[in-house]
């Protein structure tokens, strides 16, 4: 099956910083999302980026098809960005395989 | 509408205890989705329903019974628990079933079992 990686598994970082998180697959995808599940558990959906570029706010996405990768851009980041991100990946029968997620804490 | 509402936010239950937790949507999305996320892991899927028709059985224990009674509801009922089953219980829905389509997940039910 589909294998996603998911890295830096954690990050700390001061307010104001930027930063990239990564999320390899092994397998060609129709289908890869960008979730933020916040201290409360809900996961909010950021993104649906099975290829290209996307930008919302602070936040941009890119994912590489070709190449089997997808990128997270977090700008001028502020305490509420805390959390963990998971990427997740589409399988043929609809089932969303996660990566092991990246806890990103963010200090004033 | 663009929600995923799950309730209750919270239960705790006994391990003798029947109880339900409830999904419920008004995107018009035909396929819905229970997962369980223990903590510090990432979401596992648990069923797959589609057009109201179970399509998918993650090889979960009968302990835990899903039910589409129609195409804006979902409820996963509980019974006889163990306390290895206590953790986060996420409901999601899609356009379909199927690789092209994106998700949205519910805040999900914090259930605990004692």
């Known amino acids: 099956g589909i294998q996603v990686e998911q890295s830096p598994p954690d990050l700390i970082l001061q307010e104001g910083a930027n930063s990239t998180l990564r999320c390899n697959f092994s397998?060609?995808?129709?289908?890869l999302q960008w979730f933020h599940q916040n201290p409360w558990g809900q996961l909010i959906n950021l993104f649906y980026?099975?290829?290209g570029t996307k930008q919302n706010g602070r936040l941009s996405a890119t994912t590489v098809a070709t190449e089997r990768y997808s990128l997270l851009y977090i700008s001028s980041s502020q305490t509420t960005d805390s959390g963990v991100y998971f990427c997740?990946?589409?399988?043929?029968?609809?089932?969303?395989?996660f990566g092991q997620g990246t806890e990103l804490s963010v200090k004033p | 509408d663009t929600e995923v509402t799950q309730t209750p936010k919270h239960l705790v239950m006994g391990m003798t205890n029947k109880k339900s937790l409830k999904c419920e949507q008004h995107?018009?999305?035909?396929?819905m989705y229970w997962y369980k996320q223990k903590a510090k892991k990432p979401p596992e899927l648990m069923f797959v329903?589609?057009?109201?028709?179970?399509?998918i059985n993650e090889s979960v224990p009968s302990r835990f019974s899903p039910e589409c009674p129609n195409s804006s509801l979902l409820n996963l009922h509980l019974h006889a628990l163990q306390p290895e089953d206590s953790a986060l219980y996420l409901c999601?829905?899609?356009?379909?079933?199927?690789?092209?389509?994106?998700?949205?997940f519910g805040s999900g039910t914090r259930l605990t079992v004692v």
């Open positions: 999601a829905s899609s356009q379909r079933q199927g690789r092209n389509y994106g998700y949205t």
């Open positions: 397998d060609s995808v129709n289908n």
């Open positions: 980026i099975p290829s």
């Open positions: 997740a990946v589409g399988n043929q029968g609809g089932k969303l395989i």
């Open positions: 995107m018009g999305h035909r396929a």
């Open positions: 329903y589609s057009y109201e028709k179970l399509s």
